[in-house]
């Protein structure tokens, strides 16, 4: 049993779709969670920039005494995670995208995902898609965009929707019928998504599978909070905390800036 928070880190306000999945399953937890917006997006840095955000990001999480550390972002998990767990002790519970279960669920033969081009085009990307979906067609889509809008609060934006038809007309060219979100930031999605997709697409992300994760190690770890009856829930974010505050749209979770 630990009474030490949760660390959880973004390049900015996507992760939170990660913490709304975690605080779902462990309402007792405490959590500190970093949304790196001055930074963002990760998605166009080199590896060795995204390194040294998750660095920087990690290091404020262990000052807080974080206990457990969520990297609640595809970018810096591909890029960054085995770095970040060869350098810090504390566990660390990473994203990726859910081509596992899309590969192995797909009818037609091929899968879309939208993610970042640093999660595209990171080696640990390659070596999972080459794994579990080479039998299949993967249609990969850049969000060149997305990550933007998002963060500057048009997320129901004609923009929005002009950008996801661009990038979805390619995959339903290739008749896939799953889309795989590869990104945190795009679950808050999933409402424009369903209304631009035939219904026979599916849509899956990692969230509730990171939260079960998270779960899991700190049970076998016997770090869990059960009894903690009033979770301090932290937000910080080094840019506007106005979207934060919306997406989170909470009165129990204290939301601040911060410089980091
Ligand atoms: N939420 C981040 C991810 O999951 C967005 C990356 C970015 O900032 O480009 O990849």
């Not at 640093?118 to 889509?141: C, D, M, P, Y």
């Not at 679950?187 to 599916?202: D, N, Q």
Request: glycine share 6%.
């Amino acid at each position: 049993m630990s009474n030490s928070p949760i660390g959880i880190f973004d390049s900015g306000v996507g992760g939170t779709s990660i913490w709304k999945e975690i605080h779902r399953l462990l309402p007792n937890e405490n959590t500190i969670y970093l949304a790196d917006s001055l930074n963002a997006p990760y998605g166009p840095k080199g590896a060795e920039q995204i390194k040294a955000l998750a660095k920087k990001n990690t290091e404020l999480l262990l000052n807080n005494n974080c206990k457990l550390i969520v990297v609640a972002c595809n970018t810096a998990t591909t890029n960054a995670i085995d770095y970040l767990r060869a350098t810090y002790s504390v566990p660390f519970i990473g994203i990726e995208p859910a081509i596992k279960p899309a590969a192995l669920q797909t009818q037609t033969n091929a899968i879309g995902i939208l993610a970042t081009k640093g999660t595209l085009t990171s080696a640990l990307f390659s070596n999972t898609a080459a794994r579990f979906a080479a039998h299949i067609k993967i249609v990969e889509q850049v969000g060149e965009g997305i990550v933007e809008l998002i963060e500057n609060g048009q997320l129901h934006s004609q923009a929005m929707k002009t950008l996801l038809l661009k990038f979805l007309d390619p995959m339903l060219k290739e008749h896939i019928d799953y889309l795989v979100l590869g990104c945190t930031h795009y679950p808050y999605l999933v409402p424009l998504l369903t209304e631009l997709l035939p219904s026979h697409v599916k849509i899956i992300d990692s969230g509730a599978a990171v939260a079960r994760q998270t779960k899991n190690i700190l049970s076998d770890l016997r770090l869990l909070n059960t009894l903690n009856a009033t979770p301090q829930l932290h937000f910080f974010s080094n840019r506007s905390t106005k979207v934060l505050q919306t997406l989170l749209n909470s009165n129990t979770c204290t939301i601040a800036p911060l410089k980091f």
